[in-house]
Each structure stands twice: as C-alpha cells, then as structure tokens.
C-alpha cells in the first residue's frame, strides 16, 4: 500500500520515552493520529501501515542481526542511519544495550526514543525456517466485525416503487449502512492469510445484484522467509517500485511536516488487506534472491469499472469512455460499470544491493481487453488512448557516508514520455537534517498505478523543486519547514493553460516537559486556476492563494487524561472573488485507565467557513482500522463519543456517535446525499476478537 517508509517516518514525530509505559494500542493510535493529521483527504486508509506496526509491536527487530533491507522495510530509520548502525556494528561488534545507539552520529535522541517498543538487541538468533505446523501453533488469528450508518434520511435512500427505480440513477438500491468483516491468520511477517469484506452504504446485501452478500471480497495468502525463494503471494497483493513513478499500487504520501519523508522506500512485495477496491493487484507474485540479486515477477488479472459505449464497427465488444475508481455499486448505472472491463498488468523488478548501494530496473506490462478511449479535451490530449503500454523505469539509492542520493527514471510505450525524479537526503549531524528533490514530469508520460512525489494528483506534466530542513535547536526546540516550488507545462483541469505555484511551511515545537507538547504550522499555498471572469471566449488565469494558520497543544493531565486543544485559521484570497477565511476550534478529552476495561475519547468543535473552499480537515479518533479526517465547512458544531471495551481478555468493542449540527444551513448534502435539515449524526460499531 503507501510508500510504507514515507508514513512511518512522519508517524515517528511526536512520541516520547514514556512509550515503554504506554500500551500496544496507544503507541499505535498515536502514530496513527499523527499521519492523518498530515493529508487532507477523507478517504484514507492506513490498514497495512496498521499491520506494519502491530507486527513490530509484538515482534521488535533484532538491531544486531538484521540487514539493510529489513531495517529499511521496518520504515523506521533514514537510510544513512541504517548506514551507520552497520558501520558500527562492523567496526565495534554489537551493541551490548539498547541505549548504545546513543553513540551513532546521525541518531537523534528523538529518533531512539521512537523506535524503542519496536526494536532489540540481544544476541539471540531468530529461526530463520519454521515448519507449517510450528507456525500455526505459534500464529495468531483475528476476527473484525464493524457496522457504520448516518443516522439521518438521505434522498438517494427514499423507498420508491420499483418502476421509478429501476429507470433513475437517484435511488440507491441498498440501504444506508456499511458493514465489514475481516478474517486474518498471520506469524510474524512470514506468513499471513485472510479475507476482507465490505459493503457500501447503497449497496445491496444478499439480493439483487449482490446474492452473493458483500459487493467487495478480498483474499490473500503470503508467505516471506526463504533463502533463494524470499516471497509468495497469491490472491490479492501489492508490488512497489522505486520512486513510484513506473508503479506503486497502495497508496503514497508526499509533502508533509517531516521533511526527511519524500524519499520512498518500496517493499516489493507484500499482501493486501485493505478495501479500496481498485489500488491493488490480484493473481500470482513472487520474489526471489541469490546473493546480492533480486527478482520479483508477478501477473495480476482483475475487473475494473468502466463505461462501455458501443461502436458501430464493433456491436459486441464496444470501447471504454471512462473508467470508475469509486468502488460504488448503488445505482443502475454504477452496477453497470461494474467489472466491465478486465485489465492484466504482468511485469518483472530486478534489484541489485551491495552494501549501501542500489540499482533496480523493471518492466511492466499493462493491458486491456477493450479500447480505452476517452474524450479528448485540450488539457487531456497527451493521456493514454488503446489497449495496452508497457512502462520501463530504473531507480537508485546511494549512501555516501551522510548523504543519501536516490532517484528513479521512466517511460512508457504509450507516447515515450520520460519523467525524472532525482533526490539527496544528508545529515549535517544528529541535530540538522535537509532533503532536496527535483522532479521533472512529461506531459505525455503516463502509466496507472504511480505514486512519485507531486504537488498534482498525478505523476504527469509537472516540474518542481522541494527543499526541506529539520532542525533541532534543543531538546526541548525542534522546526520542521520546506519549500516547494512548481510548474505545471501543459495545460490541467480548470485551469486552460501553463500555470506554475509554490507551497511553504514551517512547524516549530516546543516540549518544556514530558506530557506537554506545543506546536504551531504556517503553510502558504499558491497554485494557479482559471479566473471566475470570463468573456466567454478566453478565460485567464489568476493566482489562488491559501494560507493556514495553526496552533495545538497537547497536554497529559494525569496518568489517566490527556487534553488536546487546537485552533486553526485559513484564508484564501483570489483577483476575481472576494476574499474566504475560515476557522475551527477543537477540544478533545482521552481517558485511559490500566485498572479499568474502558477507554473513552469526547471531542467538541466549533467551525465557521464562508464556503467549501475554506473547508479545514481535523482528525477524528474511531475505532481501530477505521480512518476518519472529515472535513469541516460552514458554521456549526460537532461533537462526538468513542468507547472501547476490553472484555474476557480477547474482546475489544468500539462504539462511536458523532453530532454535526449546522446554523445556517437548512438541508445538507446535494442529490441523493441530502439530508433535510440541519443535523447530520453517524455511528460506528465495531468488535475485535483475538485469538
């Protein structure tokens, strides 16, 4: 899924020593929280980035006997402090302590106290080959079973007769609820199988269409730990690649307040166990090694949703206008489109690491088995039209004592587009660390399941270049700030013509002591769109510039509390609008008790924007693999509950309820999302079991 390093690098920002007294689901919640906080979208999910760190949790790496591409997968060290560790364990021996590691340059104390419940040092060796059946005594399993719902009444939900129905694509034919369910057996990271199920709200349920149950089924079975064969996945997978810029499916972070993130770190093969419905592969893949080589190859066939029109010349077969990344099967036409269009993306990745250097080169194949053919606008001309494209790339990382240099290089036989990323990441020491990367983007390069660093949402006719420093004044001082500075060549969407920006940010913190942390973010943005002012025939195109303001303050109370408090102002000012702002302020209480089974989190907000644009994402805390960062826009409140329940030792039950209620608004929503009226509540419903 994700650059899996970019995440945890960035979830590693605000945890202290007082970890080895925090438990394994606080430890995580918190890095959890800290990633969400960084990306504005509502449509996360961090489930492998989970997994990653529960592993982890339960099983911490042996710092004494681990190589550099397991402490790299781990995504929790930079790959020049990889670099060093090995130096001194080839120099010195290993580390009698924990606390050794002090003694590395380029570790920060920051760093060794983030990375604490995760790693060891001790000089036993750990099996390297366990039988099948060592490894289902010693395994564990788990079971997840989750409900979701808007309380309210939606348009789209109304109960029409079925004439109406079956001719309009505003009712839904199932009802409002979401329901999951996950099965997953897995050791350590050696071995993993499961299954993972969602329904949507809209969806039907067991009829109709969906007389099979849920609308989305995932599995997976993945085997790690070989000598020569290293990995085996069958069912649904993951493949990462480089920089991501030939392919990355999963997702992929870019710009946020750690700057020492925008390197990738890919793990080339690994299961998938989330529910976006599209991100993922689905077939056979394995990897194998010998000696400083290592190949992985891996073929994938799956439906995708389209929408076919049908040609003259080919009744039977027809041509693909447009292909449907929602995942949402509710309405006649989007039962339609589900599946109708199958894809088949084979490739190879063959990797070369000797010590601190690596070079990979990869070929990937993917086709359709109808045309693609979407209409052509002025700004999408140089986008992939046909049935097929092969994407070829090669990357590199090198560690020259405190600088790390990476990149990566690919084309596609789609129109030979080229696109260039090229990086360096050094330590001055363990107090200062800086990133710079350049990227360069043709606007005819184009492949699907990329993820390179980019202001734009895709890997595609852009150039940039981004500068970031972390400093460390003081223990108890640290700032993090970048610039970023882009143009875009070719034309985009609502925007009719080349347009260039830039994005600024600085985020100092303070820690005057252990529970109390304080920190404030400036980011400026300024990107280019199409004027509102028009003539009808040209329309220019202005500068669009948004700047957040934000303070937060977190502060452990008791052993038992922990209050957190923010507020956050944005402004957005344009030559053909009147100027937006727009604020928010939050309040949270967490109560945590190690003599009692429950743990509750109680947030109240208010919000007052003048419209969506001014819209402010806020992380909610939910229940374990559900992600929420809504956003909030116009003026009202919000308040919400979440409880978990410890029970019989292998039970966990979450039950969250959340208000929105709205001042000035008198429905909510639009189509067959409305809501009549000003409020809007939700809940979800979750249940754990451990065995």
Known sequence: MIGLKQILL????????????????????????????????????????????????????????????????????????????LLHRKLFGKFISIYEIQSLPYWDLNTIRLVLPFVRVDDKLDKLHIGVKEAFQQGKFEAYFRYQTII????????????????????????????????RFSYRTNLSVG???????????????????????????????????????????????????????????????????????????????????????RGVAFELGYKDFSLTTFGSYKGVDASIISDSLEEEQGVVSSINLTGFHRT??????????????????????????????????QGYDRSYI?????????????????????????????????????????????????????????????????????????TFYNAGFAEGGRTQNERGLYAGLKLSLTSKIKVNTYIDVFKFPWMRYQVDGPSNGHEFMIQPSYKPRRGLVFYARFREQRRQKNSYESDGSITGIEDVIQRNYRLNLTFKASENITLKSRVEYVTINRPSNNGEDGFIITQDLLFKSKSTPFDFSLRY????????????YTYENNALYV??????????????????????????????????????RKTLGSGSEQITGNTKSDLTVQLRMKI
């Open 195 to 281: 299954i993972t199920a969602e329904k949507d709200p809209g969806e039907q349920f067991f009829k109709g269409n969906q007389k099979n149950g849920f609308d989305f089924y995932s599995a997976h079975a993945f085997y790690k730990g070989g000598k020569y064969f290293k990995s085996l996945a069958l069912g649904d997978y993951q493949v990462q690649v480089g920089q991501g810029l030939n392919l990355w499916s999963g997702y992929a972070f870019g710009k946020t307040a750690d700057v020492t993130n925008v390197k990738k770190s890919a793990i080339p093969l690994k299961s998938y166990t989330s529910v976006d419905e599209t991100r993922f592969l």
């Open 10 to 85: 960035v979830l590693f920002g605000v945890v202290s020593f007082g970890l080895f007294a925090q438990e394994k689901n606080d430890i995580i919640q918190q890095r959890i929280e800290f990633i969400s906080e960084q990306i504005a979208s509502e449509g996360l999910d961090l489930t492998d980035v989970i997994e990653h760190l529960n592993v982890l949790y339960d099983d911490p790496l042996n710092l004494n006997l681990a190589n550099f591409e397991e402490l790299q997968e781990t995504g929790l060290f930079t790959d020049i402090q990889i670099s060093d560790l």
């Open 374 to 446: 979407k209409d052509t606008l002025a700004y999408n001309q140089f986008d992939f039209r046909g049935i097929n494209t092969v994407g070829i790339s090669a990357d590199y990382s090198w560690v020259v004592k405190n600088f790390n240099f990476f990149g990566e290089v690919a084309t596609s036989s789609h129109s030979w587009g080229v696109a260039n990323i090229h990086g360096v990441l050094f330590s001055m020491d363990s107090r200062a660390s800086m990133s710079l990367v350049y990227r360069d983007y043709e606007k005819d390069y184009q």
């Open 152 to 183: 309210e009444d939606r348009n789209g939900y109304a109960d029409v007769p079925d004439s109406i129905q079956e001719n309009s694509n505003s009712y839904y034919h199932g009802n409002d609820d979401r329901y999951y369910a996950r099965l």
């Open 332 to 365: 006649n036409t989007e039962v339609s489109r589900k599946n109708a269009l199958n894809e088949a993306i084979v490739g190879s990745n063959l990797r070369y690491r000797k010590h601190n250097f690596h070079v990979g080169i990869a070929g990937i194949y």
């Open 605 to 616: 907000a208010l919000f007052d924007t003048e419209s969506y644009n001014t819209r402010i």
């Open 627 to 664: 992600f929420s960062v809504p956003s909030y826009y116009y003026r009202g409140s919000r308040a919400y509950a979440l409880i978990r329940y410890t029970f019989a030792r292998k039970f966990d039950l979450w039950v969250k309820y959340g208000v929105s209620i709205f001042a000035n």
